[in-house]
């Protein structure tokens, strides 16, 4: 290149590169003091430090700029194809989600669960009111049992009054019993 720009400039210029330099070859003394340059570690510093302001810039890019510079379709096909590259959505839609959770495990059960629960607890108990108004659940108890016929409502109570009867005769028996046994044990202690 450096030879094609001296031959094409054939005018004064080149006639008084050819005068200063003679047979020297041009282009070997620019490769040379070229590779000096890039050698230089004062050259990478340079060359690091101008990458790394670019990329600060790139990084501050809204997603409009991105856009323009390179094009809605080029981006979502470079990132279709990193994030291929980075998930392997074969592998991971064919993996058990216990797998995949195994390690977050702990952290889900014991720090998000409970707060999870404690956050749900506490906006359930801020609008039960409004659930109850919405849900009219009072208008719909009292219209379920209205619609209940007269034999219905008798066998619900005889079967809640039989239970409840039963338990009362077992708690009976067992306190008679243990007052009984006190008793007992109290006349052999004091006699």
């Known amino acids: 290149m450096v030879d094609d720009f001296v ?13 200063v330099l003679g047979n020297v070859n041009l282009t070997g003394m620019i490769q040379k003091e070229l590779i000096k340059f890039l050698s230089n570690e004062g050259t990478k510093d340079l060359v690091a430090t101008l990458l790394r302001k670019e990329w600060e810039k790139i990084l501050d890019w809204q997603a409009e700029q991105l856009e323009e510079q390179f094009g809605r379709e080029q981006l979502l096909q470079t990132a279709k194809k990193v994030v291929g590259k980075i998930i392997r959505m074969d592998q991971v839609l064919s993996t058990p989600i216990s797998t ?17 629960v404690q ?73």
């Open 7 to 19: 031959k094409g400039r054939s005018g004064m210029l080149g006639n008084m590169l050819q005068m």
């Open 100 to 116: 995949l959770a195994s390690s977050y495990r702990e952290r889900l059960v014991e720090q998000m669960a409970p707060q999870v």
């Open 119 to 191: 956050l749900f607890g506490s906006w359930l108990a801020g609008r039960i009111e409004d659930l109850m108004e919405r849900l009219h659940l009072a208008d719909v108890v009292r219209e379920q049992v209205e619609t209940f016929s007269v034999e219905r409502i008798e066998e619900m109570v005889l079967l809640i009054t039989s239970r409840e009867l039963k338990m009362i005769t077992y708690l009976g028996a067992l306190l008679g019993g243990s007052i009984g046994l006190l008793q007992g044990i109290f006349v052999l202690v004091m006699g």
